[in-house]
């Protein structure tokens, strides 16, 4: 046992002793310069001094810097830049010649780059592309950067004028960050384009994610584009890449995509040039704005997975083929929330609620959104009432969309649309084309819906007068509030949702399914009725139920292989204290259902609904609570604000039992998730800023 013994001190001396040396071990560099020797290191931990560098034509000149600037081809590596600012003089572009210039790009595997602020200055276009950042190797991540990208031609007309081949007025694209390898993780960064070109594209990677990114770009109108009496547009007679001149009408955004994936491209790992498409692409809790599109991953292969994303501003907002979008938003001032891309599109399940205009519509696609293709489960959410006469949800037809038309672009419009489930929760209109066929449209008012098409089906059904869309709480990164973390904080970023710490978002309320309690509730059996949709059953095909003590301990657990209609009978014996929390979770983890339960009767309905309200939604400034009809316990009772990435942005205590006012003028704009409660009630609610 001695033996034993020590050898087991041994082992954790040295475990001791190379974790203090990992930890002393950081190298602190002065300069750019004295940076680049390490950026081929194996190992390394590298801290560049705070401060702002600068990167000009003059040190391309005389040799300072290649192509791309920085290089980082070892691994198993820590380049850490906070409070570092690296600004980069356009002019720099020209000085390496006819090629694509890059300003950082990742080859070797396994490193982390953190904390950059990376700024381009000036407006010199390319010679040929640009991009910021490039990551190829597998297993990398850069996380906290903030970019901002300038410098292409023409910029101020987005696509019109030509994005590729066969231009009307020459490109000179510069776009900000390009992932490609494998398992690369782009994580709470920001990217403020001011270039014509993609903000977050992937080309050749493999289960790539993007998570708690916010991008923007800018819009403009056509009409101010007509306007122009000089220029690159004024000089072609804005006759545009379609064939045809600018029309009028339309607002267009400047940039390309927000986050994009293309089913072709080159990477490179462990040396080996590959060339492939993407697959598997995962986008968690991002936000994009003012981008021609919000997320399209339409071109990529495998399972694409988006969670959490508000699109604001942007001409389309979700276009991934096929594959899941859960717990989204997107306005439609500019165009459609959604927006099949191709006809041969299938598959498609999404979640998406239609947010509130933070500007008025100029939304010249006259559709909230574009159904096409078949097989689709799509649910719609909104508790707008003042809605435009010419906005509606098309399942198929011809859409008066900037791109398609006199015909052009055919293959992305006039769409058949069949075995579709559209779900409407919205006072939007739903207009079936004549070439919709064997479609199943389910609303709270059938008489907003018009079918010209074949063997629809059109079905009524119980809408809550809530219908609280984005009811996700994305679990906290930190445990300082509660939260679980399970954000990806161990560098587990396989995008395997088993054993993995990836951002996951639990849902609390999901409308299509709804708990209800028996009318006297007990510290004993619990009886939990459900009930859910026959579309929707297949999610529940395999499920656990948890209950869960105020002590937050696993009391009980049962896993269903089959939809339990309509009882599941929970042995809550012995628990303790007087409230047991039920909670339903699927196979993905998510929460279908969570339901508090007290030693007094009380339905799921006493726990999600209360007489509060606030005024105004959407807000600039202040929010204003009334808070008196609901009776809470002022003594516990409080009040959160949540991002849409699950983060507490503000807390506070009613000072009476009446009102309370809310200071959001400071906040960014976008969604939160307003929580008002006291030990006895929860009261949940959207809150749009502006």
């Not at 939007?428 to 479609?439: H, M």
């Not at 869960?548 to 042995?571: C, G, R």
């Not at 006493?606 to 606030?614: E, G, K, L, M, R």
Request: aromatic residues 8%; hydrophobic residues 35%; charged residues 15%.
């Amino acid at each position: 046992m001695t033996k034993k013994y020590t050898y087991i001190k041994a082992g954790i001396v040295a475990l001791f002793l190379i974790v203090f040396q990992n930890i002393q071990s950081q190298t602190v560099v002065n300069s750019l310069e004295d940076l680049l020797p390490y950026l081929d290191d194996d190992n390394a931990n590298v801290k560049l001094a705070p401060g702002t560098y600068s990167i000009s034509a003059f040190d391309i000149s005389n040799g300072k810097f290649g192509n791309p600037l920085f290089v980082f081809e070892g691994s198993n590596s820590t380049f850490d830049f906070t409070d570092v600012t690296i600004n980069v003089n356009t002019f720099v572009f020209q000085k390496f010649g006819n090629v694509d210039v890059k300003e950082i790009q990742i080859l070797g595997n396994n490193n982390v780059l953190k904390n950059l602020t990376l700024a381009d200055t000036g407006d010199f276009r390319p010679t040929k592309t640009a991009q910021n950042i490039t990551i190829d190797g597998r297993d990398n991540r850069i996380e906290g950067f903030h970019v901002s990208s300038r410098g292409s031609y023409p910029y101020g007309y987005g696509d019109a004028f030509g994005k590729g081949a066969g231009p009307v007025i020459k490109h000179y694209k510069h776009s900000v960050i390009l992932v490609r390898g494998l398992r690369n993780h782009v994580k709470n960064c920001t990217v403020i384009s001011r270039t014509y070109g993609h903000c977050i594209f992937m080309q050749a990677a493999s289960y790539p994610t993007i998570e708690g990114c916010y991008i923007e770009g800018e819009v403009r109108t056509t009409d101010d584009m007509l306007a122009e009496k000089s220029g690159p547009a004024f000089d072609v007679g804005f006759m545009t890449v379609w064939g045809y001149k600018l029309p009028a009408g339309y607002m267009m955004s400047l940039q390309e995509a927000g986050i994009r994936a293309y089913n072709s491209g080159t990477t490179y790992i462990d040396g080996v040039e590959i060339q492939r498409g993407t697959d598997n692409p995962t986008v968690l809790n991002c936000t994009m704005k003012n981008t021609r599109t919000g997320v399209t991953l339409a071109h990529a292969t495998g399972t694409s997975y988006v969670e959490g994303c508000i699109v604001q501003g942007c001409e389309n907002g979700y276009s991934i083929g096929s594959g899941t979008i859960v717990n989204c938003g997107a306005d439609a001032i500019y165009g459609p929330v959604y927006k099949n891309a191709y006809e041969r599109d299938r598959g498609y399940v999404a979640d998406i609620t239609v947010l509130p205009p933070s500007d008025a519509y100029y939304n010249g696609h006259d559709a909230i959104a574009y159904v096409g293709g078949y097989e689709h489960n799509l649910t719609f959410r909104s508790d707008e009432t003042n809605i435009p006469s010419n906005l509606k949800i098309m399942m198929g037809g011809d859409l008066q969309g900037l791109r398609v038309l006199n015909g052009s672009n055919p293959s992305q419009n006039n769409h058949v649309t069949h075995d579709v489930t559209l779900t409407n929760f919205t006072n939007f209109p739903v207009v079936l084309d004549s070439k919709s066929y064997d479609n199943i449209v389910r609303g709270c008012d059938t008489n907003i819906v018009t079918d010209s098409g074949t063997n629809n089906s059109i079905n009524s059904i119980n809408c809550d007068s809530d219908n609280l869309a984005l009811t996700g709480i994305a679990s906290q990164s930190t445990t300082d509030h509660g939260g679980s973390a399970n954000r990806a904080i161990d560098e587990n970023t396989s995008g395997v949702w088993s054993n993995n710490s990836v951002t996951h978002t639990s849902v609390e309320a999901n409308p299509w399914w709804q708990v209800e309690l028996q009318s006297e509730v007990t510290i004993g059996d619990i009886n939990v009725f459900g009930r859910t949709d026959s579309c929707c059953k297949e999610r529940l095909s395999n499920f656990t139920v948890f209950v869960i003590d105020a002590n937050a301990n696993t009391t009980f657990s049962q896993t269903f292989t089959s939809f339990p209609d309509p009882l599941i009978t929970v042995n809550a014996g012995g628990v303790l204290g007087k409230i047991v929390k039920i909670v339903l979770n699927d196979t993905l983890g998510l929460s279908l259902a969570e339901v508090e339960v007290y030693e007094s009767s009380l339905s799921v309905n006493d726990v999600v609904s209360h007489p509060i309200s606030f005024y105004p939604n959407p807000v600039l400034d202040n929010l204003t609570l009334n808070i008196g009809q609901a009776n809470l316990n002022t003594n516990d009772a409080k009040i959160i604000l949540y991002n849409i990435s699950g983060q507490i942005v503000l807390e506070a205590r009613p000072e009476n039992a009446n009102e309370i006012t809310l200071d959001l003028s400071k906040m960014n704009s976008g969604l939160y998730l307003l929580r008002v409660s006291d030990s006895n009630v929860t009261f949940t609610k959207k809150v749009m800023k502006l």
